[in-house]
Nanobody, 122 residues
Framework: QVQLVESGGGLVQPGGSLRLSCAAS????????MGWYRQAPGKQRELVATITSGGSTNYADSVKGRFTISRDNAKNTVYLQMNSLKPEDTAVYYC????????????????WGQGTHVTVSS
């Protein structure tokens, strides 16, 4: 059983910062990539940032220069440091991972976390 658990969401003022964490647990052989997506009210879910096992990163244009994705391989955890937050960043943030499991390590499977709510407001 694989589980992605997000934490760190909450209410923050414009210009403030938050750090989201996502820990993957289960019979994980290898993490191919992990990332963050978000869905704002009335909007489609969009990619925020991704990071591969090799350390390559990718960001949405709207968060470049403000958000930083990082990883801790030993803890199977990915982080999203969010600085200079704007009201437009208000959304439910979802962790996503491409994983290989010990039970069938020849296949790459995709998993989603349940989401954590980030609200940027005065």
């Amino acid at each position: 059983q694989v589980q992605l658990v997000e934490s760190g969401g909450g209410l923050v003022q414009p210009g403030g910062s938050l750090r989201l964490s996502c820990a993957a647990s289960g019979s994980i052989f290898s993490i191919i990539a992990m990332g963050w997506y978000r869905q704002a009210p009335g909007k489609q879910r969009e990619l925020v940032a991704t990071i591969t096992s090799g350390g390559s990163t990718n960001y949405a244009d709207s968060v470049k220069g403000r958000f930083t994705i990082s990883r801790d391989n030993a803890k199977n955890t990915v982080y999203l440091q969010m600085n200079s937050l704007k009201p437009e960043d208000t959304a439910v943030y979802y962790c996503n991972a491409d994983l290989q499991l010990w039970t069938d390590y020849l296949r790459v499977k995709n998993y989603w976390g349940q989401g954590t709510h980030v609200t940027v407001s005065s």
